[in-house]
């Protein structure tokens, strides 16, 4: 393992850092249980559509993203994603991921989350737990209000590993790692140096390719 100070460790968070996926549990504290239930009914088509590779990641969660939140004050919702850390996050972190994130830290790596959820609460957890900086899907704002689209593109497979390549060439280092724990992950997995895809009882080290015009 690099003990260089020139070094970058990118994180996925949903199900890496935390126990599980925090994107739909954001929704469910943002319009409330009631209103997210019948939401999983009326959109059951969306997530059938996406099971079987009938519609893709990004367009899938468009569809969510516009069905719950379309119209919230961008400030509003910000507000919120600070609740959801404190309220929700805290208790699905996982642990053995932390002390991982700690080991870079404490080396004077510089850390980065590279999520497919939204950021905007993402960024907050990345405050409080000292990253470097967080790469994540981004939501449209018109007028200070969400407009349901997104901003860019869904950071997840191939979109994530641009965004990590790119990030690379911004910060040139020595060595990198990444740690996932999903198929969205293994491109940027079998691109760093040194890819750990993270299962509940043990971490796989993934095989270094070579891809390009990505």
Known sequence: MSDDKNTIAF???????????????????????????????????IFFAYLLSLISNEKAKEVVIR???????????????????????TKKLCSRMIKNLEWHQERGHRCVIVSASPAIYINHFGEQYNFSDVLATELEVSEGKVTGNLQGKNCYGFEKLRLVREYSVRFPCSYTYAYG?????????????????????????????KIENV
């Open 11 to 45: 994180f996925d968070f949903d199900g890496t850092l935390t126990k599980g996926d925090t994107f739909m549990p954001f929704l469910k504290f943002v319009v409330g249980a009631p209103r997210y239930y019948v939401g999983l009914l009326w959109l059951s088509p």
């Open 67 to 89: 069905y719950y939140v379309r119209g919230f004050e961008y400030d509003h919702l910000l507000r919120l994603g600070v609740e959801f850390f404190q309220k929700v996050l």
């Open 181 to 209: 724990d999903s198929n969205g992950d293994k491109p940027m997995l079998m691109w760093v140096d040194k890819g750990l895809f993270v299962q509940r009882k043990k971490i796989y080290i993934c095989v270094k390719v």
